[in-house]
């Protein structure tokens, strides 16, 4: 039986990259949209290639994440990868964020990512094992003026990452992959930000979903409760003008 992969957030940018990634690995794709219109199934279409189940669903509803899961499962027979890439944020000071921001964030980026993998490990586990891959971001280990919430949903995302593969162990791996500046259709300032890059640019969805690509493998069967930068050196970079 084919190996089946779902994707959260899979119409765009890095989920885009991923579900194409992983059908080209062999997956049949669960393909996981916010919207069901006629441009999510076109992305579903060209993305699955026949083999696949389109599940457009609202992650900030508690009640979509086991529902979503159920879809695929039923669709395609198991449940191989699950990978929590959809997520929301808001760029404006602290001070200017509310407490509606803040349940936005938190439902999708940490919420619906927890209530995904709980969902997901009988079916996982019954078909053997399996790889969770959460896709948090560079804010899950450094923070960003601007992005409090985000930041500190991902750093949330990262911890519960951690938790996961303490407790799923040892049928499922949990790993994260924390993506730096990528050139997404949504990050419309990664371009500027090459500057403050040690690499020099911004990254590509496909550099990540290669890690993610990865991370689902068997040639990472022995890692578990790690988070991937994919950042060109970002993080590392804290003032790019050199002392002296």
């Avoid at 601007?146 to 990262?158: D, H, V």
């Avoid at 990050?187 to 040690?198: M, R």
């Avoid at 640019?201 to 890690?211: F, K, L, Q, Y």
Wanted: charged letters at 20%; a negative charge.
């Amino acid at each position: 039986m084919e190996r089946v992969a779902l994707v959260t957030g899979a119409s765009t940018g890095i989920g885009l990259a991923v579900a194409r990634r992983l059908r080209a690995d062999g997956y049949a794709l669960g393909f996981h949209t916010k919207d069901e219109d006629a441009e999510s199934r076109a992305c579903f279409e060209e993305a699955a290639g026949g083999s696949g189940v389109w599940v457009p669903a609202d992650l900030t509803d508690a009640a979509e994440p086991a529902r979503i899961v159920d879809d695929v499962v039923a669709g395609l027979g198991r449940l191989d990868v699950l990978v929590n890439n959809a997520g929301l944020s808001t760029a404006r000071p602290a001070l200017e964020l509310t407490a509606e921001d803040f349940d936005a964030i938190f439902a999708v980026d940490v919420k619906a990512a927890f209530l995904l993998s709980v969902a997901a490990y009988e079916p996982m586990r019954r078909a053997g094992g399996g790889s969770i891959v959460n896709v948090t971001s560079v804010h899950e280990h450094v923070p960003r003026p601007g992005l409090a919430l985000y930041s500190a949903a991902k750093a949330a995302l990262g911890m519960l990452t951690r938790a996961l593969a303490v407790e799923f162990a040892p049928a499922i791996r949990v790993n994260a992959v924390a993506p730096g500046a990528i050139a997404t259709p949504r990050n419309v300032e990664a371009d500027g930000l090459a500057p403050e890059i040690p690499l020099g640019r911004p990254g590509t969805p496909e550099e990540v979903a290669a890690v993610v690509s990865f991370l689902a493998s068997e040639e990472a069967a022995y890692v578990s409760g790690a988070s991937y930068l994919v950042d060109g050196g970002l993080v590392q970079q804290v003032v790019s003008q050199p002392a002296g």
